[in-house]
C-alpha cells in the first residue's frame, strides 16, 4: 500500500526502501524544502533510519541539541539543504562516529497500523447515553437560543430562564423575596462597623496661638 508523504506517519521508522523514499519525502515537506536533492538527503538519513530513527526524531534534531538547546538559526536560502542537515545531524553523534539515541521513541509501521485499528475499534464501540427528557428539553432550548441572531434578545433569554430556575427552588405557597426584602436580610446578616472610640471621640488638644481682635 502507497502511502501519501503527507500523511506519513512521524514516528513510524522506515524499514523497506520504499518507506525510506516516503520518510524522506516527508522530512523534505514537512520541512519546507522544496530544492532539497532527495537523493543526497536519503544517503544522509539512511544510517539514522537503520539506528530507529523516525522523521519525527530527525526534525526534534535539526532544531535541538542532545542537552535540550536549540541548534541555532534556521536554514538560510545560501545553505544547501543536504549539507545542513548533515551540520545538524552531526551534533547528536558521540566523536562523529556512533549515532546517539534519537530523541523520540519510533515504532515500526506494523505496529503503527495495529495500534490505530485498535483506537479506531475503541471509538467505534462508544456509544452516547440517551438523554432524559430533561436533558433532550435543554438541548432544544440552547439550540433554539443558539439561531437567535439578536444579542439582546439572547441575554433577556438567559435572564429570564435563570429567574424561573430560581424560582422554582421556592417552598409552594411563598413569593419571590422583593428588594427589600433582601436589603434587610444583608442587615440582619452584616454586623454595623463600629468606630473604636479611642479614634472616635478622642481629640488631641493642640494649642493655637490666641488671636488678639482688634
Known amino acids: 500500500m502507497q502511502i501519501d508523504p503527507r500523511r506519513w506517519p512521524g514516528r513510524v521508522v522506515p524499514s523497506t526502501d520504499a518507506d525510506v523514499d516516503i520518510a524522506v519525502e516527508s522530512l523534505c515537506t514537512r520541512a519546507s524544502w522544496p530544492d532539497a536533492d532527495r537523493r543526497w538527503v536519503r544517503r544522509t538519513l539512511e544510517p539514522w533510519f537503520k539506528a530507529g530513527w523516525s522523521v519525527d526524531a530527525v526534525l526534534v534534531a ?31 553523534t558521540d566523536d562523529g562516529a556512533r549515532l546517539a539515541r ?13 495500534v490505530n485499528r485498535r483506537n479506531a475499534l475503541v471509538n467505534s464501540r462508544r456509544s452516547r447515553a440517551a438523554l432524559t427528557s430533561e436533558g433532550e428539553r435543554a438541548r432544544a432550548e440552547s439550540r433554539a437560543l443558539a439561531h437567535r441572531r439578536d444579542p439582546v434578545e439572547r441575554s433577556r433569554e438567559k435572564g429570564r430562564r435563570r429567574v424561573e430556575a430560581l424560582d422554582s427552588l421556592l417552598l409552594p405557597g411563598r413569593q419571590p423575596p422583593s428588594f427589600a426584602d433582601s436589603w434587610r436580610l444583608v442587615a440582619d446578616l452584616i454586623p454595623v462597623q463600629r468606630v473604636c472610640s479611642a479614634c472616635g471621640h478622642v481629640r488631641s488638644e493642640t494649642p493655637r496661638p490666641a488671636h488678639r481682635v482688634a
Open 62 to 92: 535539526i532544531d535541538k541539541r542532545p542537552d535540550g538547546t536549540r541548534q541555532g538559526r534556521p536554514r538560510s536560502r545560501a545553505q544547501v539543504a543536504h549539507e545542513f542537515l548533515r551540520a545538524r545531524m552531526m551534533v547528536w
Open 102 to 114: 534519537p530523541p523520540l521513541t519510533g515504532m515500526s509501521l506494523g505496529e503503527w497500523f495495529r
